[in-house]
């Protein structure tokens, strides 16, 4: 596509502003691109990396940003001829072309003035403006300067056949649809590029489930993950976290509402019967050397029938449709399952390969993944948001279906790996003149 200078900034100064802030927030999450304008079914969006600009196609539906078919623009001098149209019309009684003095002012000024410039600093400044209002974009871009850190590593990864594997069947999922951008690939070619501009993570108080899914194997799927999250550092930490608020007090209050807090964060323990629950929360403080169990067992019980405890749990079950019923028969079936275990298993059915390819998640592979994120944990200040966002993607490995959208963040995360910037080099200007583009 070819534009003169003049005509590209007017298309920037009209750009429409119907959720231009929320499409420039969701590309300020990428490393290397910037919104410059939007109009019709069209973004022009700027490559930081090359300083070039680009035309490319998008949709936006239920909070979904898709971008697609991305084509070079060139740059080309302004007609000298053009003020004097923009004057006539402007004087022009019978003429319908609406023209006003701004677009006086910037023909004027385009007619000596042959650059973007200023353009371009205009669209790094307002993602600039949106990193440091979102504490979540700052919490990324600082995760991803500590990934940095682990490059050869991270590339050696990378380069695994089982991490290609899951690349692949990712990038070819089309529920696979992050909540940040890490690189945006201007290349036509790509296909599209998809993010989910409602940032933030997804409430924890409802459990989402998939078309056609049934309820109660969801529901013991979640439970039998919930019953292992004594495995998971995230959770022993912010566990150990809790039992540590406790006994740095003297108030039942506080230690009331610490253990209520920690309840909050994690409302699945409530799908957890009797006695999986009291195996839960003695396993995770035996990891870290606490050995009166009994009491921290009792203590949770005693804040469980608290008015606020069976206040939050009422909230958990009546937003997820769950009754006391329902559970008993979940963990029903998931004694059934233990009971069932060293049985003589039947023969592989189609929906038995379905299964396996989704736990091809959980292999032993995958424990490398967790351990580079927890590297990269290590090199962030504790408690901090960028370490809750790496130790988040740590933590949504465990038992996650391929597909899910958080794997699809995590592969990113990683793929996008850079070498550490030794100094800041400010990006030369092309010369956009001798660039080619398909003329609109």
């Known amino acids: 596509m070819v534009l003169t200078y003049n005509n590209f ?15 420039t927030e969701a ?17 022009i969006i700027l490559d930081e990396d090359t300083n070039k600009i680009y035309l490319c196609n998008y949709l936006y539906e239920n909070g979904i940003l898709t971008m697609h078919n991305f084509e070079k623009v060139a740059l080309t001098q302004n007609d000298d001829s053009y003020l004097d149209e923009v004057v006539a019309d402007y004087f ?40 440091m209002e979102s ?34 069947k990712v990038n070819q999922s089309a529920d696979s649809i992050p909540a940040a951008l890490n690189k945006v690939n201007f290349t036509p070619s790509y296909g ?45 930490t912010k566990f150990e976290k809790m039992v540590n608020q406790i ?3 003297e108030s039942v209050e506080l230690g009331k509402n610490a253990l209520l807090g920690f309840l909050e964060e994690n409302k699945e323990l409530f799908l957890l019967k009797k006695d999986v629950f009291e195996e839960l929360i003695t396993k995770t403080a035996l990891m870290f050397g606490e050995t009166d169990t009994d009491e921290l067992v009792e203590a949770f019980e005693k804040v469980m029938k608290t008015k606020e405890g069976r206040s939050m749990k009422n909230s958990f079950f009546s937003k997820n449709g769950l009754t006391e019923e329902k559970i008993k028969e979940i963990n029903s079936l998931l004694e059934s399952d233990e009971d069932m275990e060293g049985d003589d298993s039947e023969p592989a059915t189609d929906m038995d390969a379905e299964e396996d390819s989704k736990i091809s998640v959980e292999s032993e592979d995958v424990k490398k993944i967790v351990d580079i994120l927890n590297k990269i944990k290590k090199q962030l200040e504790d408690d901090s948001p960028e370490a809750e966002y790496v130790a988040g993607l740590a933590s949504s490995l465990e038992g996650l279906d391929v597909k ?8 990113d995360f990683l793929s996008s790996v850079e070498k550490p910037k030794t100094d800041e ?9 001798e660039d080619e583009g398909v003329e609109l």
Not at 143 to 167: C, G, V, W, Y
């Open 135 to 168: 504490s979540r974009i700052r919490a990324i871009k600082k995760a991803r300067e500590a990934r940095n850190m682990f490059e050869d590593k991270i590339s050696n990864l990378m380069e695994e056949p089982f991490m290609q594997h899951l690349t692949m």
């Open 247 to 249: 006994l740095a007090t």
């Open 404 to 411: 899910d959208s958080k794997m699809k963040e995590v592969i």
């Open 92 to 131: 022009d009684v019978d003429s319908e072309k609406k023209v006003t003095v701004e677009d006086l002012m910037t023909g004027f000024s385009l007619k000596f003035k042959n650059e973007s410039s200023a353009v371009f600093t205009e669209a790094r400044d307002r993602k600039y403006r949106k990193v």
């Open 192 to 236: 599209e590029i998809k993010v989910n501009t409602e940032i933030g993570s997804p409430s924890k108080e409802l459990i989402t489930l998939k078309d056609n899914t049934n309820v109660m194997d969801a529901m013991k799927s979640i439970a039998v993950t919930v019953s292992d999250k004594w495995k998971s550092d995230t959770f022993r």
């Open 425 to 433: 080099k400010e990006v030369e200007v092309v010369d956009d003149e």
């Open 9 to 23: 900034k007017k298309v920037v100064e009209h750009s429409a502003e119907k959720m231009f802030n929320r499409l």
């Open 27 to 43: 590309i300020a999450t990428s490393d290397n691109a910037a919104l410059v304008s939007m109009y019709d079914d069209k973004l």
